[in-house]
């Protein structure tokens, strides 16, 4: 087959999906603990497989102790442990990076996009290749707290340029669905507040990403149970801040609770505003769909702290898989409310100023 054959909303579509599925598989690395089954890069173990025994990594290890893990030189994984963190490398590099480049050489073959479309899809292969370095960086810093959430924050960048690259071409070859065309008068008035709303919702996610990985973080409310540590905190409202690191918890559930007010009275106001027959209602599903994720994804965080159990040593263990969906919800709310304020910009008042500057000739 011919790769001048292949459409590029079809193939940054598929783009789309498969960046979903990397950074779901990143969220399966964390919840099995398994961020340093790969000590090196590009290589795991020196090898390019993920089959290696406890007495392989030992080995290793023994012939590389800058490399010995941060739980200490005793400590080996599991061959799904490695698996999860080699198939996510395969995945990034060996499958999304060749395809993001076939993309860019397919827009730059394709006459009827527009510049913008060239310009996007050039950032997109920018980012890959600056993600395959933050995930050199986060291996070799030990997946320190900071090096996960900046990786996660490239990769969610990374996403939304692949969303605007697909918004770009359906609207240069006049292919757009209904769910994205706005009425322009309701989308300009609400475009700078939706900006913001993208805003507050990454920086809870990326403050989210820094509590889970810091250790001990998790901990910052308490494992009290209900009520005390969740919605409380350590049994009160409010702690005071004095360790940023240690309470990261207390600050990420500040930010989610301004957020989530911020949703509701926008969601209130847009859709008393799209009560009028001279706007559309099409924005208001968005963000009330956007809001009702987001609240539910609240209580998802609240079940993940209350199903803490301490263990002997004074630790607590939590149900991962809450934790996981937890980051998969964060996300979606985020993709969401960017992916229309995208619109908004490269669909609706793109189409307006056409019309504009049209009626003007």
């Given at each position: 087959m011919r790769f001048e054959r292949v459409k590029v909303e079809k193939l940054t579509a598929a783009l789309i999906v498969l960046t979903v599925i990397v950074i779901a598989a990143g969220g399966v690395i964390r919840i099995y603990d398994a961020g340093e089954s790969c000590p090196d890069w590009p290589t795991c173990?020196?090898?390019?497989?993920?089959?290696?025994?406890?007495?392989?990594?030992?080995?290793?290890?023994?012939?590389?102790?800058?490399?010995?893990?941060?739980?200490?030189?005793?400590?080996?994984?599991?061959?799904f442990q490695i698996f999860t963190e080699w198939i996510h490398r395969l995945l990034a590099g060996g499958v999304l990076g060749p395809l993001v480049l076939l993309n860019f050489w397919?827009?730059?073959?394709?006459?009827?996009?527009?510049?913008?479309?060239?310009?996007?899809?050039?950032?997109?292969?920018?980012?890959?290749?600056?993600?395959?370095?933050?995930?050199?960086?986060?291996?070799k810093m030990d997946n320190l707290h900071w090096s996960v959430a900046l990786?996660?924050?490239?990769?969610?960048?990374?996403?939304?340029?692949?969303?605007?690259?697909?918004?770009?071409?359906?609207?240069?070859k006049e292919e757009l669905p209904t769910w994205v065309m706005f009425d322009p008068i309701l989308a300009k008035k609400w475009k700078n507040r939706i900006t913001l709303l993208s805003f507050g919702t990454f920086i809870t996610l990326f403050v989210g990403v820094f509590v889970s990985t810091t250790p001990g973080a998790n901990q910052g409310c308490g494992v009290?149970?209900?009520?005390?540590?969740?919605?409380?905190?350590?049994?009160?409202?409010?702690?005071?801040?004095?360790?940023?690191?240690?309470?990261?918890?207390?600050i990420h559930r500040l930010i989610v609770g301004i957020v989530g007010l911020i949703l509701l009275f926008t969601?209130?106001?847009?859709?008393?505003?799209?009560?009028?027959?001279?706007?559309?209602?099409?924005?208001?599903?968005?963000?009330w769909f956007s809001t009702i994720l987001y609240l539910l994804n609240?209580?998802?965080?609240?079940?993940?702290?209350?199903?803490?159990?301490?263990?002997?040593?004074?630790?607590?263990?939590?149900?991962?898989?809450?934790?996981?969906?937890?980051?998969?919800?964060?996300?979606l709310t985020f993709?969401?409310?960017?992916?229309?304020?995208?619109?908004?910009?490269?669909?609706?008042?793109?189409?307006?100023?056409l019309i504009r500057d049209n009626s003007n000739q």
């Amino acid at each position: 087959m011919r790769f001048e054959r292949v459409k590029v909303e079809k193939l940054t579509a598929a783009l789309i999906v498969l960046t979903v599925i990397v950074i779901a598989a990143g969220g399966v690395i964390r919840i099995y603990d398994a961020g340093e089954s790969c000590p090196d890069w590009p290589t795991c173990f020196g090898t390019w497989g993920f089959d290696i025994s406890e007495e392989d990594q030992n080995e290793w290890f023994e012939e590389n102790p800058d490399e010995i893990d941060s739980r200490g030189s005793w400590h080996t994984y599991t061959s799904f442990q490695i698996f999860t963190e080699w198939i996510h490398r395969l995945l990034a590099g060996g499958v999304l990076g060749p395809l993001v480049l076939l993309n860019f050489w397919l827009v730059g073959k394709d006459e009827e996009l527009s510049k913008e479309v060239g310009i996007v899809s050039l950032t997109s292969v920018i980012l890959i290749l600056w993600q395959g370095f933050l995930g050199f960086l986060t291996v070799k810093m030990d997946n320190l707290h900071w090096s996960v959430a900046l990786h996660l924050a490239s990769a969610l960048l990374f996403l939304m340029c692949l969303i605007w690259i697909w918004l770009a071409t359906l609207r240069d070859k006049e292919e757009l669905p209904t769910w994205v065309m706005f009425d322009p008068i309701l989308a300009k008035k609400w475009k700078n507040r939706i900006t913001l709303l993208s805003f507050g919702t990454f920086i809870t996610l990326f403050v989210g990403v820094f509590v889970s990985t810091t250790p001990g973080a998790n901990q910052g409310c308490g494992v009290l149970g209900f009520p005390n540590s969740w919605p409380l905190c350590n049994s009160s409202l409010y702690e005071g801040i004095t360790n940023f690191e240690a309470q990261s918890q207390i600050i990420h559930r500040l930010i989610v609770g301004i957020v989530g007010l911020i949703l509701l009275f926008t969601g209130y106001i847009v859709w008393k505003e799209s009560g009028d027959e001279k706007y559309g209602t099409l924005i208001c599903k968005w963000i009330w769909f956007s809001t009702i994720l987001y609240l539910l994804n609240m209580g998802l965080g609240g079940l993940y702290v209350l199903s803490a159990k301490l263990e002997g040593d004074g630790l607590a263990v939590y149900f991962e898989l809450l934790s996981f969906l937890h980051l998969m919800l964060a996300s979606l709310t985020f993709v969401i409310i960017t992916t229309l304020l995208l619109a908004i910009n490269i669909v609706t008042l793109y189409k307006k100023k056409l019309i504009r500057d049209n009626s003007n000739q």
